[in-house]
C-alpha cells in the first residue's frame, strides 16, 4: 500500500509560480512511475505531466514549457514546479502512481492517490 500527500498549493496572481510536492510513503517499484494530474470546477481530471522510471517525461500541450516534473527517489517525493501560471491552471492538483495500463497522461489505470491539493490562478 502506497499512501501520497500532496502539498504547496496555494493562490496566485497570473504569472506567478508554485512548486508542488508529493511524497509518497514508500519507495518501491509502485512508485517508479508518477503523474500529475488536475480537476478544475465542473470539468473532468486532466493528466499535467508524467514521468517514467528512466526519466522519461510528458507534459499535457497546455503547460509545456511552464511546467517541470521531477522525481527524489532519496526522498520518495515527487515535485511539480509551475511557472508563468495562468487562470485556466486553477484547480484541485493530484498525484498518483502505479500505473497499469502504462504510463500515460490519461487518468484510467493508477492505482495509488493522493488527497489533492488545490491551486487558484487569479488574473
Known amino acids: 500500500q502506497v499512501k501520497l500527500m500532496e502539498s504547496g498549493g496555494g493562490s496566485v496572481q497570473a504569472g506567478g509560480s508554485l512548486r508542488l510536492s508529493c511524497a509518497a510513503s514508500?519507495?518501491?517499484?509502485?512508485?517508479?512511475?508518477m503523474g500529475w494530474f488536475r480537476q478544475a470546477p465542473g470539468k473532468q481530471r486532466e493528466g499535467v505531466a508524467i514521468?517514467?522510471?528512466?526519466?522519461?517525461?510528458n507534459y499535457a500541450d497546455s503547460v509545456k514549457g511552464r511546467f517541470t516534473i521531477s522525481k527524489d527517489n532519496t526522498k520518495n517525493t515527487l515535485f511539480l514546479q509551475m511557472n508563468s501560471l495562468k487562470p485556466e491552471d486553477t484547480g484541485m492538483y493530484y498525484c498518483?502512481?502505479?500505473?497499469?495500463?502504462?504510463?500515460?497522461?490519461?487518468?484510467?489505470?493508477?492505482?495509488?492517490w493522493g488527497q489533492g491539493t488545490q491551486v487558484t490562478v487569479s488574473s
Open positions: 514521468i517514467n522510471f528512466n526519466g522519461y517525461t
Open positions: 498518483a502512481a502505479d500505473p497499469i495500463y502504462g504510463v500515460t497522461l490519461t487518468d484510467y489505470g493508477w492505482t495509488y
Open positions: 514508500v519507495n518501491n517499484p509502485s512508485t517508479d512511475s
